[in-house]
């Protein structure tokens, strides 16, 4: 290739990452977080799941009868049993739903019956808009780091406009630093961590971005589709296919047609289609059950399959009688080599295809990614102190990298402080009242820890402190867990909670033993050495 496409695509790859490193950063290690967020840390966050996550198929049919009795007719038609598996709700969630309103709301109406998943005791009820009920359910720590991640809690459409903005530039740092590393074999096996600071971080980035090429792209694309499909593709189609009418494009592509109502009576087999489904698919979790026309002739059931041997999401149809009809993709039963690639992307991009290792191998990867924006960052900015007559003074150096340490450090202690008060909010705050308290802590604790990067302090003693407080914070969960409730941790049904519980005892020791090796430095020079 030649020298002047070599140096085109360098300074590409360098203006990219310096302009989305922190932003890169911010995606990357809280999609990291995201990927084991639901069911593992899901369940770990939420003692009503510890306890059992299976309730018996007779159990269900009983309830869905009992209390379709208790509504008007109309709410009969479409009623969705959300199963405490970690995916969704934290309680068996039945909702009634009327799609044409009712004597009180002009728009889609609920109503809904929550129950203990291990007591089958009725938790909560609501009556009102669906929207604002899906809108205001209960969430919890990994749950709301895992909304961060996807739209930065910036709503739609902006949110998910930048976080699909930032895995193309992902993909396109992938591929453009392959390119301009003509030496790949090399550079893969090169680290002189005993050589300086400056290329331990320059042969850590070529390191880990070429090891890690393929996860990036694959990231990248996918990170950027499923930003980018709701607020662009999908209106990009509605416009070129149905005149701009989305809900058409919705509807024809629909899963889940509405039946005719027969008006004859016949029970709705949901015992046995679920006993059914659970022989077909053992290995596979049920997310949620949508039965249409309950207790009529012409009944249809669907159910959301994660797992077992399918790497995508599967939707099975059954007749009310118990008939299996056909297993499909959450698109439908719509063919095409197109529907297959799309049915990939969310299990690619959350590793949720092969069991808790490749979620783990995710979760590192995922970190590894993390560093790269930053270590090109660094990067970028040591090279700017070297020379007889750099660019970027002692103090600037310095500044900058506070800044780095300031908003990149202060992102994961305010993901890591959401931990700890996950615990204390179980024990001190009940319900849908603990969604208050995540947001503020989250934006503040990261808010103060950059604003204090303003501080004339030495930036390796600010990365000290912050690495002391990230450990602390992980460390603190176990004894909280202890001290609050022993059973959780001891009870041999939770053994989910002890290991999670203990990882992150783990990873905060490591924090504070990884802190305290950094040296304490005297001066503000001795920090930056420039050649």
């Avoid at 969704?88 to 004597?103: A, K, M, Q, R």
């Avoid at 790497?311 to 499909?328: D, I, P, R, T, W």
């Avoid at 203990?502 to 920090?527: D, W």
Wanted: include cysteine; glycine fraction near 8%.
């Amino acid at each position: 290739m030649k020298s002047i496409t070599l140096k085109k695509l360098f300074l590409l790859h360098s203006w990219v990452g310096i302009i989305t490193a922190v932003l890169l950063f911010v995606v990357a290690f809280s999609g990291a977080l995201a990927v084991l967020s639901r069911p593992e840390l899901k369940i770990w966050a939420n003692p009503e799941l510890q306890s059992s996550q299976h309730v018996a198929s007779a159990q269900i049919n009983r309830l869905v009868n009992e209390y379709h009795k208790q509504v008007p007719s109309e709410f009969g038609e479409n009623i969705h049993v959300f199963l405490p598996s970690g995916h969704n709700f934290h309680l068996l969630t039945l909702v009634f739903e009327s799609h044409d309103g009712d004597e009180n709301y002009d728009q889609e109406v609920a109503r809904v019956f929550q129950f203990h998943p291990d007591t089958l005791a009725l938790e909560n009820t609501y009556y009102g808009p669906s929207k604002e009920f899906y809108a205001n359910k209960k969430t919890d720590a990994p749950t709301y780091i895992g909304e961060f991640h996807a739209d930065l809690h910036l709503g739609r459409p902006i949110g998910l406009i930048l976080t699909g903005f930032l895995g193309l530039t992902l993909l396109v740092s992938a591929v453009t630093g392959l390119f301009i590393h003509r030496k790949l074999i090399k550079e893969l096996f090169t680290f002189r961590r005993d050589k300086g600071l400056d290329i331990a971080v320059s042969d850590a980035h070529k390191v880990i971005g070429i090891w890690g090429s393929v996860f990036n792209i694959v990231i990248g694309f996918t990170g950027s589709f499923l930003g980018l499909a709701t607020v662009i593709l999908l209106p990009a189609a509605a416009f070129v296919s149905f005149g701009g009418d989305q809900d058409k494009l919705i509807e024809t592509f629909t899963a889940i047609p509405e039946p005719v109502v027969s008006h004859i009576k016949q029970p709705t087999k949901i015992d046995t289609i679920l006993d059914n489904v659970h022989s077909r698919y053992p290995e596979a979790v049920i997310r949620d059950v949508t039965i249409m026309a309950h207790n009529d002739a012409n009944a249809q059931v669907y159910l959301r399959l994660l797992g077992g041997e399918a790497v995508a999401s599967q939707l099975l149809h059954y007749k009310g009688n118990g008939e299996f009809v056909q297993s499909m993709s959450s698109f439908g039963d719509i063919s095409g080599v197109s529907i297959k690639v799309i049915e990939l992307m969310f299990p690619l991009h959350f590793g949720n295809f092969a069991g808790v290792f490749v979620k783990l191998l995710w979760v590192l990867l995922g970190l590894s990614t993390a560093l790269l924006p930053i270590s090109g960052m660094m990067m970028w900015l040591a090279k700017r102190t070297r020379g007889s007559s750099p660019s970027l003074s002692v103090q600037a150096y310095a500044r900058w990298n506070r800044f780095i340490i300031g908003s990149c450090g202060g992102l994961v202690l305010a993901s890591f402080v959401l931990f700890p008060l996950q615990v204390v909010l179980n024990y001190t705050v009940i319900g849908v009242a603990q969604n208050s308290f995540f947001g503020p802590v989250f934006f503040y604790t990261w808010l103060a820890w950059l604003l204090s990067s303003v501080l004339p302090v030495g930036y390796k003693n600010y990365f000290k402190l912050t690495l002391l407080l990230c450990g602390a914070s992980l460390a603190l969960v176990l004894p909280l867990n202890i001290i609050f409730g022993v059973s959780n941790v001891i009870n041999l049904n939770s053994s989910l909670v002890a290991i999670v519980d203990i990882s992150f005892m783990v990873v905060g020791i490591a924090c504070i033993f990884g802190a305290l090796k950094i040296k304490n430095t005297q001066k503000l020079q001795a920090e930056v050495q420039p050649a």
